[in-house]
DNA sequence: CGAAGTATTGAGACGTCTCAAAATTAGTGG
DNA sequence: CCACTAATTTTGAGACGTCTCAATACTTCG
């Protein structure tokens, strides 16, 4: 479900720097929102516009024959994302939670004089889709929700809870393993008092109580055989 | 080793259409030559060059602390590489066999007013890592390898016997799985029939008997559980 | 309060890795 | 071209980590 809830030929609250820094000052820009689990586009659709989170978060994933999922990337406030896209969509993207964004029109783009900021977002997606695919090739599970651990708390800013928008199933296909391993991973952190689990809204909220031992765990000083010896 | 064999301001052999596509036919570009094993450009460096594969081939990789390495890329004769970078190399490109390459320098890239064919090159370099993350995040041992296979005889554009310049270990280290496991998977379809070695220079010459037979264990059509029963 | 979705935990199965040895191929110098 | 050594590849056996299947607990929302 497509909600068009306002345009900038009426009044607005805020305004997206980065699509309006990517295509200019001239482009006219909507805002959208799309209800939790819907697309916001498909792979194989032809492209017709640039994407950036207000609120909310999405996940952008291929799909294999049977239904193996890889999720690529998750996109959340700030991020511009349909960048990476070419002639058609190679991936798919759709909201995890209730998400609003600021969209502009694709032609734009090209429009724009100044091809530095598009090179830009390729090239910070290509890196992170390089970097993960050394995470997903080389590194082992609890080294995988480690990084994941403190990649959200970098994007988020390092926020005194993390509040995480999906699920544990979204953070599986992500890191490339099942629900449940990533759940064992996460309870191991915790038993360790690497991390603690906020309140009783589910354990989608975590605190990072020691960030210099996750990333020990993150960046392999710690291997497999090596630590967690309680098991 | 570098060795510098040849430049356009001498009579040449043959002309990097690639490169000359992406930097103008103005630009000025050089033959260079790495053996086996040297590296084009390591991870951290400033780019110099932009690079298109006269013959031979090149990998690029990322390191963990540790050792383990995820191979990203093979580049085969032919191909463009070295413009998926921004400001500082974000991986290592060294060459597997004795490999020679056309180099341009990497601001002539900016020179040219066209950025089409720059950005073909940065999508067509996301797309295979989006596809690649697919493969090494939900995909099994011998699909890894059929998807290996398929894509190695598709670039060398179907040859009755594919030569792999590069060993089992740097199959293994793009497949994310081991070398005695790649091996496995090899043996396992030369005793269905799906491929055999040829002749006697070592196993590194795979002529594919079978690649409808391929392309089902590749997509999936056979799960883990389902065929090989044969061990 | 009941139902559906989500997360945790446990036990056992299975696939890949590790370690080791043998077989094969490639490289080197006489 | 041969003898020797080094490197690569294959194969085997067992260890180990993750997955699968299943049950329980928790959270959300009607």
Redesign the interface.
Known sequence: MIVRISANSTRVKSVPHGLIALTGKKAFWNTYKYSHGTQVFRNGEVPDYIYQIREGAVRSY?L???G???I?AFYLPGDIFGV???DLH??TAEAIIDTTVWIVRRHRLFENAD?KN???L??H???H??????L????EAHERVACFLLEMDRRLKKPAVIVLPMTRGDIA?Y??MTIETVSRSLSAFRHRGIISFNGHRGHREVILKDRTKLADVA??KY?RRDWMPDR
């Open positions: 291929k294999l024959s049977d193996r999922r890889q690529g990476e896209t070419e190679r991936f091809t598009i090179f830009e390729l090239h997606s290509l890196e889709a390089l970097n993960h695919l050394l997903l090739g080389r590194q296909d890191l490339g960046l392999s291997r």
